[in-house]
């Protein structure tokens, strides 16, 4: 006796999408000029108008930025964390969120001392003149940084990070999922978040209906008629596009390949064993191989000195080199 489930059986089941994004995200932001000594004393001789640089000059803005921080948490009074050694940020996080019963907005401001890579002065001496003068260097050193902490009505729970100190180097993150659920919500479509084990079910919307009464019909079988405006959808296009003709046409051929069968004495089909295996195949395929293959050959700003990425760049190679010789030879 087989326990396989027939393709009938499956589809009587729920029907789930899975829908795949990066989880976190970050954006570093920063000024490309102010990341290398000359960069930055350019911006203090000839923006600022300064005869030289020293760190007096950067302590004197980052006062003014802490200040304006400062500022901002009073005037929308905004709760301030200060993180201690140890403590999770996204625990954190969690608990203020969970308080928080706006639609957007800044939950918290944390602050901690994290070590940064900052530009500082130290004194070099001339070897012919004896004289000493300020030189700027890179270094590493602990200073404090801001955490926004907020909430967006379209991308969910995020957060900026701020280096207290020059140049002012930022972080931005976001978290993709957290981008899916909210549009989920906002379409009325039910969604379960993996790893979660009660996750906001919103109820259905219009379109979320429609899909849910013709994936429930399936069993039955489907016709002509059904899946017009579903493939019109599928693949982007204007329904009106989606004639009787062009349906029929696709019809015979799903059947004549054994994807789909007629249910005897009716115009219906049903997807047989074999059809959604197939389905299964090609849907794997894409999401598993062809899509990250794809992105890591073609894409841009991707390591060049992958494994992938050096065996595509060979058969390249080797195929400009074969029609190279085809047209010499003719």
């Not at 890579?117 to 404090?144: A, E, M």
């Not at 978040?193 to 009464?213: N, T, V």
Request: hydrophobic share 40%.
């Amino acid at each position: 006796m087989s326990l396989r489930p027939s393709v009938a059986e499956i589809l009587d089941q729920h029907i789930t999408l899975e829908l795949e994004s990066i989880d976190r995200m970050y954006l570093n932001l920063y000024v490309p000029q102010l990341q290398h000594e000359n960069g930055a004393a350019r911006f203090f001789r000839f923006h600022r108008g300064q005869p030289f640089v020293s760190s007096a000059l950067m302590a004197t803005i980052s006062r003014a930025f802490t200040a304006a921080v400062d500022a901002f948490i009073r005037q929308h009074q905004i709760p301030v964390v200060r993180f201690v050694k140890g403590q999770r940020k996204d625990d954190v996080a969690l608990e203020h969120l969970a308080r928080f019963h706006g639609e957007e907005g800044i939950l918290f401001v944390g602050i901690a001392q994290e070590k940064c890579t900052v530009f500082r002065t130290q004194k070099r001496r001339n070897p012919i003149t004896g004289k000493s003068y300020p030189w700027i260097v890179r270094g590493s050193v602990l200073v404090n940084c801001y955490y926004f902490y907020g909430v967006d009505r379209d991308f969910g729970p995020f957060f900026l990070k701020f280096c207290s100190y020059f140049p002012y180097p930022a972080k931005f993150c976001l978290n993709g999922h957290e981008y899916l659920k909210r549009q989920a919500t906002r379409h009325g479509l039910a969604y379960e978040a993996p790893g979660q084990r009660h996750s906001r079910q919103p109820r259905p919307g219009a379109a979320a209906k429609d899909l849910s009464s013709a994936l429930r019909g399936s069993h039955h079988g489907f016709s002509n008629r059904l899946l017009r405006r579903e493939l019109a959808l599928l693949l982007g296009c204007d329904l009106s596009l989606m004639t009787p003709g062009r349906m029929t046409y696709d019809l015979r051929r799903l059947r004549l390949h054994g994807l789909i069968a007629r249910i005897s004495g009716s115009h219906r089909y049903q997807v047989t064993d074999f059809g959604l295996r197939s389905a299964l195949f090609f849907t794997r395929t894409y999401a598993r191989l062809l899509r990250p293959g794809l992105a890591e050959v073609l894409a841009s700003g991707l390591p060049a000195d992958s494994r992938l990425s050096l065996r595509f760049h060979q058969l390249q190679l080797t195929m400009d080199e074969w029609v190279a010789k085809a047209n010499l030879a003719a």
